[in-house]
């Protein structure tokens, strides 16, 4: 059982001792993080949010102190008094190690068993363990110091977005249950037999009625959640910093959204980004990496050979076009000779993971060019395409012949993967870009009907609002994302705010007047009372904590987050409930329960 602290009050903390505090009494307290017995003294580390402090016990001490001392083993919690003294060994690993803490008063505050892992950052403990411990997982340093690094950037986009008159209002959790997204959570109103909440995928509708509202400049730092098959950086519960402005259009949001990105990057990575941040276009970006969230910290950009090949002896590239489709090719330029054949299949496997049914290549080296597909064209052909490519001695040169889409999702997707095999991208280079004039639509094949890209209340380009029920494929909307590295952190929109439009909008997404009033009634009802033009952006809050703590696992970032499967391993969350609880809502499941 542990001892109280009595009299023992914290003066420091352990990684603030400094030489300056030699001489000085202290009292500090936290974990120790390991102990060394040499007989006639004992070393320990004493560690707290702020670091690792050496503290000594030796025949200075009463017997009876020393007694305890000797039975303190790993994480007990202690609280010691001393006084600092300059070490004689010094610790150079460590910000206080020129100076220790002789103890003279010591309460074992709480004692600890053997953890089942350990705390230490190269610990190499399986991911399982690290979540169904993560109290243990947590007071690891680098943990920490990602928590920390959270909360210091939420301070500052507050601070930011204070200093530019936005409001931080709170929207509701339990709202209503909207179309057009993820799947919804939802949660069984007690009061209201066989209703139901949704929790919300994002504040959009209600931040667009708080535009309705006058409130002028809006923001919050909130959580979202989408009940979705989780992809390696995803997680059912996630955070947005979320902005709405009224009175503006695209060049107002982009403007103060790169004012925060440099403050965000300045205050919290030293670094000054380079403004106007660079911008091109959706097509752009598709056609020459693509994926509409490029990576431009190197090369490697997609080039189009459909026209030098549509009536080429090769029917794989032939037929793809024939079928209103492309072929396309990377260069891996000056990198050929890190490629073997077994590095080329398994760059094959992985393109097929995006659909692409194969991969096609010409390796040009100071022997001359390999290539398997080279008997099937004519010399002219073949090096019509070498030079379309622009390839030289030490290139590498990958195609994908298929649908347009599946040559941009396989080749957008080989060409980072190429880049990360090859370990040449700098993670501390920094590269944004604007990704602005997305299509308004997409097509659901699934459903088959256009659905919206973004949501259903973005703004097309004025110029296109007269293509909306003649060619939707061709609009383009008012939206844009910020990517960063090839990854998106944040996107946004101009929003409808004239009910006619909204109407037609609708109206091309498949939704009748009466579907369109049951869904969004609130919203469409608001709109006639005098809507000012609004738009906003919202950042992925998590994707951006692993960008700036240099970690590529979302699951480092997030206090107590979920596994793929979306279940947390630390409170066996979710769990069934009793039959009690599921009558209080109303609530028969199909599966048998004994409870």
Not at 12 to 38: A, F, S, T, Y
Not at 530 to 542: L, Q, W
Request: aromatic share 8%.
């Amino acid at each position: 059982m542990g001892e109280k602290m009595g009299n023992l009050r914290r003066t420091i903390m352990c990684g603030e001792l400094r030489p300056e505090h030699d001489g000085k009494e202290v009292v500090l307290m936290g974990w120790v993080q390991r102990e060394r017995n040499l007989g006639s003294i004992i070393f320990m580390d004493l560690r707290d949010t702020t670091g690792i402090a050496q503290i000594v016990f030796d025949n200075t001490v009463s017997s009876e102190v020393f007694n305890k001392a000797e039975k303190i083993r790993s994480e007990f919690v202690l609280a010691i008094k001393g006084k600092v003294r300059i070490r004689q060994s010094i610790n150079k690993e460590i910000p206080t190690g020129e100076v220790e803490v002789l103890v003279d008063e010591l309460k074992i505050l709480d004692e600890s068993e053997t953890t089942p892992i350990y705390i230490k950052d190269d610990d190499n403990v399986s991911e399982s363990m690290r979540l169904k411990y993560r109290y243990l997982d947590l007071r690891k340093p680098s943990m920490q110091e990602r928590l920390k690094l959270r909360a210091k950037t939420a301070k500052v986009v507050r601070d930011f977005l204070d200093e530019n008159s936005f409001i931080e209002i709170e929207t509701p959790m339990l709202t209503k249950p909207t179309p057009e997204g993820a799947r919804d959570y939802l949660v069984p109103s007690r009061v209201n037999p066989g209703e139901f909440y949704a929790l919300p995928q994002s504040p959009q509708l209600m931040k667009q009625l708080l535009m309705v509202a006058g409130m002028d400049r809006y923001f919050q730092i909130v959580k979202c959640f989408r009940d979705e098959d989780l992809r390696a950086n995803r997680q059912p519960e996630f955070t947005q910093i979320d902005i709405e402005m009224s009175f503006v259009d695209i060049e107002d949001i982009i403007s103060i959204n790169e004012q925060l990105l440099y403050r965000l990057f300045k205050e919290l990575k030293g670094v000054e980004i380079d403004l106007p941040i660079k911008r091109i276009t959706y097509n752009e970006a598709m056609e020459r990496y693509g994926v509409d969230k490029p990576d431009l910290r190197f090369g490697f950009e997609l080039k189009d050979i459909s026209d030098l090949v549509k009536n080429c002896g090769f029917k794989v590239f032939s037929g793809a076009i024939e079928n209103n489709g492309a072929v396309r090719g990377i260069n891996v330029k000056g990198y050929g000779d890190k490629f073997t054949r077994k590095d080329i299949t398994a760059l094959e496997d992985y393109a097929k993971t995006y659909g692409a049914k194969g991969l096609a290549w010409i390796k040009i080296t100071e022997e001359g060019v390999t290539s398997p597909i080279a008997k099937f064209f004519s010399e002219e052909e073949f090096t019509n395409i070498i030079e379309r490519m622009e390839g030289e001695k030490g290139d590498l040169i990958l195609f994908v012949a298929d649908k347009k889409s599946i040559v941009f999702d396989s080749l957008g997707n080989l060409r980072n993967e190429v880049a990360k095999r090859l370990n040449i991208i700098d993670p501390n280079d920094m590269k944004l870009v604007w990704v602005t004039e997305f299509p308004l639509f997409e097509f659901d094949e699934e459903e088959n009907r256009y659905v919206a890209k973004h949501h259903p209340f973005t703004h097309p380009m004025e110029e296109d609002i007269e293509l909306l029920e003649s060619h939707p494929e061709k609009v383009r909307a008012k939206a844009y994302d910020i990517v960063i590295n090839g990854d998106e952190m944040g996107g946004g929109s101009i929003r409808i705010n004239n009910s006619t439009l909204q109407k037609k909008m609708f109206s091309a997404l498949g939704f009748t007047e009466e579907e369109a009033w049951d869904k969004f009634g609130f919203l469409l009802e608001a709109f006639k009372y005098g809507t000012p033009p609004h738009g906003g952006i919202a950042y992925g809050f998590d994707r951006l904590i692993m960008l700036l703590s240099n970690t590529s696992n979302i699951r480092d970032v997030v206090a107590f987050p979920k596994t793929q499967s979306a279940t947390c391993l630390m409170t066996n969350a979710p769990t069934v409930v009793s039959h009690k609880q599921l009558q209080e809502v109303h609530i028969q499941t199909t599966k048998n329960q004994n409870i």
